[in-house]
């Protein structure tokens, strides 16, 4: 039996450890750290449960197709629920604005701000569902190995269409000129780490899911998704081995024989790589078996990294919604201090996570778990003094929003910053979220899958495709695993 090693438990490597364990490879993973989901993982203390990383559920259909492939549905590991409202942006005026799980409800809240968006909305939207159709059927599955694969009938008939080739900046301002509602449309990109003027127009598929087919949670949180992701993999037989480190990938010729860990060397047919791409290239094999330089990297733009904090709070707090977005300042200078000039923000952004709202597990009763993010340019010098800078001011201003006393009722508090991604994750630049969906950095410009001097390592995760975000990586691994397996089939790679 052919025995497939996984570096890394992110949602890639897990991902793509499923799909192969199910085609009769045996297949182990190694993780690092204690518990297993990477940028996802969740810790407990004191009777709080705090998601690490993501707290978006968005793009439900991308796990509803990954646990089909398997003959199960997401609700025989997890149950979702849909948030109402979505979520709630806090505007310069400090009022908020909430965007409801009901499609009529989000037109008529456009109507109140600009006449007429309401048709401009629908249009936008129209547009947006078939590049999310094509998109996230068709596109996002591709290995990106050959530019042959735009050529695909199908694809190159619609290349226009998609827009991958115009500004998303530009494909808002044409149908809106409110700016607060334009502030909302060129929200959901921000995910994709890139500033929206930056941004193909491409990924108004990211509106189309967040704002037209709405904003879901996770019950427990993201980490009863990994929880399910890893009992998956263990009905199919992947072994896990956390606490193990890899160092190195030994190879002999063209190909990779086995991983130096600090609990031993193991051998192996065939490596794919989930951790991050960097990293794997820089650390774990000699120079003249990279497929990139370090001047590769360096040019390459980097999606942000953030300054977190996880709070538990001895009260409820009236005002604050699951999902809170503090856009009361100036978007585009936050932009630039990450993209342009990057240095510590002059008047951030940040935004508030309170899961408590929906759930009662994460927090003991008439408690709330907090979760504070504040955008950072990757690669910034972290200290114990601007972390505490920013905490005071986003707990200012979430206090003055909220009107009432937050401050002297945290009885939990941890910071996370570009440090940790860096020894946590080995994260380049402490990136949070990997590489940026710029329009030199799409589909075929990204990282590739395949290592193009060792035959038989593979990439995966959001360095190369299709990106970052959870659905996104859950994808890559699936692209990985598709392509080893079909290529083994015809002969292709020599293992
Ligand atoms: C703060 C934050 C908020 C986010 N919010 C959202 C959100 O709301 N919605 C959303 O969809 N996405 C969100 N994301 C993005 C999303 O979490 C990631 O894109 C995704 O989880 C990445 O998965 P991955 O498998 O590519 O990498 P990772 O999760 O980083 O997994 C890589 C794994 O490799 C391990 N590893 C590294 N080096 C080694 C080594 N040498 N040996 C062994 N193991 C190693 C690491 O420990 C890690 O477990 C967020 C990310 C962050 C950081």
């Known amino acids: 039996m052919r025995r497939i090693a996984v570096i890394g438990s992110g949602f890639s490597g897990l991902s793509c450890a499923a799909v192969l364990a199910e085609k009769g490879y045996k297949v182990t993973i190694f993780e690092k750290n204690e518990s297993y989901g990477g940028r996802a993982r969740q810790f407990k203390v004191d009777g709080f449960t705090f998601d690490m990383g993501p707290s978006w559920y968005w793009m439900p259909d991308v796990f509803e197709r990954f646990f089909n492939r398997f003959n199960k549905k997401i609700d025989d590991y997890f149950k979702i629920k849909k948030l109402d409202p979505g979520f709630q942006i806090i505007k310069k005026d400090l009022n908020e604005m909430k965007i409801s799980s009901k499609w009529n409800e989000i037109l008529k809240l456009f109507e109140e701000y600009e006449e007429g968006s309401s048709i401009s909305l629908e ?16 596109l996002v599955y591709e290995p990106g190995d050959s530019i042959f694969e735009l050529f695909k009938s199908d694809i190159f008939k619609n290349i226009f269409k998609l827009q991958i080739f115009s500004s998303y900046r530009k494909h808002v301002n044409k149908y809106f000129k409110n700016d607060e509602l334009k502030a909302l449309m060129e929200f959901p990109v921000l995910f994709l780490g890139t500033a929206p003027k930056d941004t193909p127009a491409l990924y108004s598929l990211m509106a189309y899911s967040g ?57 192996f047919d065939t490596i794919i790589a989930s951790a991050d791409y960097n990293h794997v290239e820089q650390s774990l094999l000699i120079e003249k078996q990279r497929n990139y330089s370090k001047e590769y990297w360096e040019k390459k733009v980097f999606s942000p990294s953030s300054l977190l904090f996880y709070l538990g709070v ?10 809170n977005l503090f856009f009361d300042e ?84 941890k910071s ?14 402490g990136n949070a979220y990997g590489l940026a969906n710029t329009l030199t950095q799409t589909a075929n410009l990204k990282p590739k899958i395949r290592n193009k001097k060792i035959n038989n390592l593979f990439y995966t995760g959001q360095l190369t495709v299709p990106g970052p975000g959870v659905p996104p990586s859950i994808i890559s691994g699936q692209v990985v695993a598709d392509y080893i397996i079909k290529n083994n089939k015809i002969n292709e790679i020599i293992i």
């Open 330 to 413: 100036d978007i585009e200078n936050h932009v630039n201090e990450i993209y342009k000039n990057p240095c510590w923000p002059s008047k951030p952004l940040f935004y508030v996570c309170c899961p408590s709202k929906t759930d009662k597990s994460v927090a003991p009763a008439g408690k709330e778990n907090l979760f504070l993010l504040m955008p950072i340019a990757a690669g910034i010098s972290d200290s114990e003094e601007m972390r505490e800078k920013y905490f005071k001011i986003m707990i200012q201003r979430l206090e003055s929003y909220c009107d009432e006393e937050i401050l002297d009722h945290i009885e939990y508090k």
């Open 416 to 429: 996370y910053c570009v440090d940790d991604f860096k020894n946590d994750y080995n994260a380049y630049k």
């Open 211 to 267: 704002i037209k087919c709405g904003t879901y949670y996770p019950e427990g949180g993201f980490g009863s998704v990994i929880d399910g992701f890893v009992k998956l993999c263990k009905e199919l037989s992947v072994e896990f081995l956390n606490n193990t480190n890899v160092k190195k990938i030994n190879t002999d010729g063209s190909i990779a024989k086995s991983l130096e860990t600090n609990r031993g060397t193991f051998e």
């Open 314 to 323: 001895n009260k409820k707090i009236k005002k604050i919604e699951h999902h």
């Open 123 to 138: 249009k936008f939207m129209d547009e947006a569902k078939f590049k999310y159709d094509f998109g996230i059927n068709e």
